[in-house]
């Protein structure tokens, strides 16, 4: 029952959590010299993300990161 509810519980963690994640993801691993940036604030890197890569773009990496955190909540 416990193992369940954890697993639960890490599926909805991942499901709000990785948008935001995603978001923070590419604007601190983006080029520092002004001219190479291609994201602009978190609005900004959101629109990019779904206008280029869709919904799904929030949530690559999804099963990796459910099954890293599902046994342990």
Request: hydrophobic letters at 45%; aromatic letters at 10%.
């Amino acid at each position: 029952m416990q193992f369940a509810a954890s697993t639960v519980a890490g599926l909805f963690l991942c499901i709000n959590a990785g948008p935001v994640d995603m978001i923070m993801v590419k604007l601190t691993t983006q080029s520092t010299v002004k001219e190479e940036q291609k994201y602009n604030g978190i609005l900004g890197t959101a629109m990019t993300i779904m206008r280029e890569e869709g919904i799904r773009g929030f949530y690559r990496g999804f099963i990796p990161a459910w099954q890293r955190v599902a046994p342990l909540i």
